[in-house]
């Protein structure tokens, strides 16, 4: 089990490869180079926003909108409160995070078993990329040995320079994003007195599934019962685990069968749940 706090937190800048400020806290990070290697950060947009081009990764996200609505394609608008799964392969964008816009953001392997690149490397990478060309509109520009002016996708020029490869794109399991909106469902006992679920999907065929956890204040929730590493993000309410409480904007991290680990709310509070792909 790992717990990571959004106050206790530093503030990284991140994305050198886009336009616009983005100021994210991380709060727990995977094991590089594992299939399901993750970053799970929340974010907040700041110096008059931030834009990317319509493109797409080799690994998954899901998004949850915290603060403010979140234009994340042409006439694709997320609002405060929805859960957007992004899966490998599948184009998305162009994206726009006004200033202000908060939101948590898990970034993970997929299915394929490509895995994510870390933080730490791809800003490493983007450093060393800055010191042969320029970054502009989402598009790293450079030129060659031979004098010829070359155009590349940032993340896709960030990828080649961390890992020495292209990146390769798997055949996309979905035709598009999914876009949730919890408040269409209904609340479900989950078997444990005061405790309630709303399961908003299951994905591929490593069985990566995402919901929301409510839990009445007294309450308590067994954590670390799924067969793959399991992430709980607090968004509202104080919950205590193992002798401490935690208030919202907190991670937590449960391996593969590590429970079950009592959460117990010391008030109403609510979670978003993230099974990652099992392998």
Known sequence: MRVGEAHSS????????????LEQKY????????????????GRTGGGGWTTPRHRHTFDQVRYVLKGSYPIAKGVVMTEGSV???????????QDRPEGLEMMVCQFGGASGQGFL?????????????????????IYTYVDESGVRHNMDGSEACYMEATGRK?????????????????????????????????????????TR?????IDAGATFSAGQQSSIELL??????????????????????????????????????????VLPRF
């Open 10 to 21: 530093p503030v990284n800048r991140v994305g050198t490869m886009r336009d616009g400020v």
């Open 27 to 42: 709060l727990l990070q995977g094991q590089d180079e594992s299939p399901n290697n993750y970053l799970l950060n929340v």
């Open 84 to 94: 957007g799964y992004f899966p490998e392969s599948v184009h998305y964008g162009p």
């Open 118 to 138: 870390s933080a730490a490397r791809r800003e490493a990478a983007n450093a060393a990329l800055a010191k042969k060309g320029e970054f502009k509109n989402g």
């Open 167 to 207: 990146s390769v794109y798997s055949r996309p399991r979905y035709d598009d994003f999914v876009i949730m909106d919890p408040a269409a469902y209904e609340w479900v006992p989950d078997g444990a007195p005061g405790v309630f679920t709303k399961w908003l999907g299951t994905f591929t065929e490593r069985n």
């Open 210 to 214: 995402l919901g929301l956890i409510h």
């Open 233 to 274: 993000f607090l968004s509202k309410g104080t919950v205590s685990l193992d002798g401490r409480d935690y208030g919202p904007n907190t991670g937590f991290e449960f391996l593969a069968k590590e429970g079950p680990i009592p959460v117990t709310a010391k008030a109403a509070s609510e979670l978003l749940c993230i």
